[in-house]
């Protein structure tokens, strides 16, 4: 079990990420237009996940307009951005601000996402919802590069290495 803090706060995780060099969980999500996603959907692509708590916050937020931003420059590479939100509410910030290279993505419907991945916060006042972490997939389907932002409130490493 791993330990984040939220304002300087300990918060609990249910696990740990998935490790560097290894196999990456497959994962049921529910896309922007209540269409169902998996890891086997982008086969041959690189994939990076943006995990945050929820698109409405300012942190959160910039995250996925970075890892936009970042995207519009790599080959091959799909960010998918999780959270719990409901699809709508990242689909209408994506659209509002114009974002047209990351897929947002939620975990409300199945609610394995965050358990398999080990990104659940257990205790806090954001239990329930997702730590703030970065995973990257390469086109085999292996881990390669991750990282839990030990406090909730900043900003993931962008310059991910695939």
């Given at each position: 079990?791993a330990t984040v803090t939220f304002k300087g706060n300990p918060?609990?995780?249910?696990?740990?990420?998935?490790?560097?060099?290894?196999?990456?969980?497959?994962?049921?999500?529910?896309?922007?237009?209540?269409?169902?996603?998996?890891?086997?959907?982008?086969?041959?692509?690189?994939?990076?996940?943006?995990?945050?708590?929820?698109?409405?916050?300012?942190?959160?937020?910039?995250?996925?307009?970075?890892?936009?931003?970042?995207?519009?420059?790599?080959?091959?590479?799909?960010?998918?951005?999780?959270?719990?939100?409901l699809p709508f509410a990242a689909s209408r910030f994506c659209?509002?601000?114009?974002?047209?290279?990351?897929?947002?993505?939620?975990d409300f419907r199945y609610q394995s996402f965050a358990t398999?991945?080990?990104?659940?916060?257990?205790?806090?006042?954001?239990?329930?919802?997702?730590?703030?972490?970065?995973?990257?997939?390469?086109?085999?389907?292996?881990?390669?590069?991750?990282?839990?932002?030990?406090?909730?409130?900043?900003?993931?490493?962008?310059?991910?290495?695939?």
């Amino acid at each position: 079990m791993a330990t984040v803090t939220f304002k300087g706060n300990p918060v609990a995780i249910n696990g740990s990420l998935p490790v560097v060099g290894a196999k990456a969980p497959d994962f049921k999500l529910v896309g922007a237009g209540l269409n169902e996603i998996s890891l086997a959907d982008y086969k041959g692509k690189k994939v990076v996940l943006n995990i945050f708590p929820s698109i409405d916050t300012g942190v959160c937020a910039a995250s996925v307009r970075n890892f936009n931003k970042w995207a519009a420059a790599q080959d091959n590479v799909v960010v998918v951005c999780v959270s719990k939100d409901l699809p709508f509410a990242a689909s209408r910030f994506c659209g509002a601000e114009g974002l047209e290279n990351v897929i947002t993505a939620s975990d409300f419907r199945y609610q394995s996402f965050a358990t398999d991945y080990g990104v659940l916060m257990t205790d806090g006042p954001l239990a329930g919802l997702m730590a703030r972490s970065v995973v990257a997939i390469d086109e085999n389907g292996i881990v390669t590069y991750n990282q839990l932002v030990p406090e909730i409130v900043e900003e993931p490493v962008y310059d991910v290495k695939l």
